[in-house]
Structure formats: C-alpha cells, structure tokens
C-alpha cells in the first residue's frame, strides 16, 4: 500500500453502527471516575487515557466484524488499517494507564468486558444484535466502566462501586425500553389525537420505568448505608422526561432522540457522581 492510498484509507475511519454505545460506555466511566474520591487525589490525566483506550477498543469491534464476515462492499484494505489502528490505539492507551498505576486488577475487568463483546459481535454477525437480550448485554458490558474507573482512582474495588454498577444498569434499561418505543413511534408515522392515546402507547414503557424505580429504591434502602439515599433522586429526571414526553412531545426524528438522551444521561451523571462524591465527604 502506497503512502497516498494509506493516507486515503486513514480519511475514512470505520465507526460503529450503533450510536447509543458512546452513552453507555461514558457515563459509567465518569461516574466511576467522580464518585469515590481517591485517598491520593484525583488521577484524571490517567482517567482520560483509560477512556479513549476504551472508546478505542469498543470502535475496534466493527472492522473486526467485516474481517471475520466481510460483505460484497467491504474494502479489505480499509477494514484490516483501522482494525490495527484501533487495536494498537487502545493497547497504548490501556496497558501504560494499568502498569503506572499498578492497577492489575484491571485485567480482571478487561477479560470480562472482551468477552461480553465478543458475545455482542457473534450476535451482530448472526443477524440478531438488535434484540433485546443482546442489547441488555451490550449495557451489562458497558456499565462495568464504572467500577473499573472507580478501581483505577482507589486501588481497590469499594463497596459504592458495586452498588454504583446494578444501579447504572437499571438507568440504561429504562431508558432502552423508552427510546425503543419512542423511536417506533417516530419511524412508524404514528399520530396521536390526544394524551391518553399517547399514554396508551407508553404505558408498558411507564410500568417497566416505575418498575425501575422500585428498583433503585429498593438497592439503596438495602445496601446498609453505602447508596445515599440523594442517589434516588437523579432517577427522577427520567419520570420528568417520561410526562413531558406524553403531554408536550418535542422529538421529531432519530437524530433528536439520540441527542436528548445524550443531554438528559448527562445530567443524570453529574447529579448520580455527585450525590456519592458528597457522602463521601460527610
């Protein structure tokens, strides 16, 4: 491969299909970063070199998929640079963050999370990543950047981090059923004559969110002290979302869902980090 035909191939980066992945990998990395403060301060440059040897690893999986299952369009040439490109990006991000740090116990995390995503690519080649189990897999995946942050800032895998992680999931499955539903009603043309029409179509939506809720409830009630109770509070945002929805719908098209839920988990994250950061500190 000449230089020009390298420099072509680098213009054009492989990116995932899935938009809704860079959420879910995110916001349990930066609520594990800010939610247990270090005894020896804050490793933030180490924090962000760990997360784009994350975002690197998780961009990997898509020209991995064409390599093993290459289709008519597939540009070989493409797919093998931005694989090693990929690969050779996280690895350089990952193992210098795990070595300086001494945070071996990373490895742990990072075998598991490889092989939750191998599931997730042999299910993406198999014709059914879109399924809710696979997708319920994909968020299980993610999430665990939340006590693998926290282990990188502490040394040690704290109590709030375990109870930071079922929490994170149950935060991404409500708002899976919703954006499913939601982007059904988007691309299926449905229109409503009223809101309890609108509610008739949510209300499975509705019961699966105050499920959730019932859920956090019940996870910080019981975990003895080491889920402030404020930590309930951030889940709200989504019962706010889920009623402005139903009476006032603001989104018209994929593109605005997929930015709405990237404002509204945002703020779920400040609020989630902080309310664990402060009873840290009380």
């Known amino acids: 491969m000449s230089f020009d035909e390298l420099i072509s191939?680098?213009?054009?980066?492989?990116?995932?299909?899935?938009?809704g992945v860079w959420v879910t990998l995110i916001v349990p990395l930066v609520t594990g970063t800010?939610?247990?403060p270090p005894d020896d301060g804050l490793k933030l440059v180490s924090?962000?070199?760990?997360?784009?040897?994350?975002?690197?690893?998780?961009?990997?999986?898509?020209?991995?998929?064409?390599i093993i299952k290459p289709t008519a369009s597939t540009n070989k040439i493409r797919t093998y640079t931005w694989a090693v490109v990929y690969s050779f990006v996280a690895s350089a991000c990952i193992l210098p963050v795990i070595a300086i740090n001494g945070r071996w116990g990373l490895v742990?995390?990072?075998?598991?999370?490889?092989?939750?995503?191998?599931?997730?690519?042999?299910?993406?080649?198999?014709?059914?990543?879109?399924?809710?189990?696979?997708?319920l897999v994909g968020i299980v995946g993610l999430c665990l950047t939340a006590p693998a942050a926290s282990y990188l800032q502490t040394g040690r895998v704290t109590p709030e981090s375990l109870i930071m992680y079922p929490l994170l999931i149950v935060w991404f499955v409500d708002r899976l059923f919703t954006v499913r539903r939601l982007l059904g009603i988007l691309r299926g043309g449905v229109i409503f004559g009223s809101d309890k029409e609108?509610?008739?179509?949510?209300?499975?939506e509705l019961f699966i969110h105050m499920g959730a809720l019932s859920?956090?409830?019940?996870?910080?009630?019981?975990?003895?002290?080491?889920a402030p109770w404020t930590a309930f509070f951030p889940f709200l945002l989504l019962t706010f979302k889920f009623r402005r929805?139903?009476?006032?719908?603001?989104?018209?098209?994929?593109?605005?869902?997929?930015?709405s839920e990237m404002r509204w988990s945002s703020a779920f994250a400040i609020l989630f980090s902080a309310a664990f950061?402060?009873?840290?500190?009380?």
């Open 215 to 226: 859920v956090v409830a019940l996870i910080v009630v019981f975990s003895g002290g080491v």
């Open 9 to 19: 191939v680098l213009k054009r980066p492989i990116f995932p299909k899935e938009h």
């Open 277 to 282: 950061w402060f009873k840290s500190l009380v």
């Open 47 to 66: 924090a962000v070199v760990f997360g784009l040897g994350l975002i690197a690893g998780v961009m990997a999986i898509e020209p991995l998929k064409l």
């Open 245 to 259: 929805d139903i009476s006032r719908p603001l989104l018209t098209g994929a593109m605005q869902v997929g930015f």
């Open 34 to 36: 800010f939610a247990v």
């Open 198 to 204: 609108r509610y008739d179509w949510s209300k499975g």
């Open 108 to 135: 742990w995390f990072l075998m598991l999370s490889a092989g939750l995503s191998a599931l997730k690519m042999w299910a993406g080649l198999a014709r059914f990543l879109r399924t809710i189990g696979m997708e």
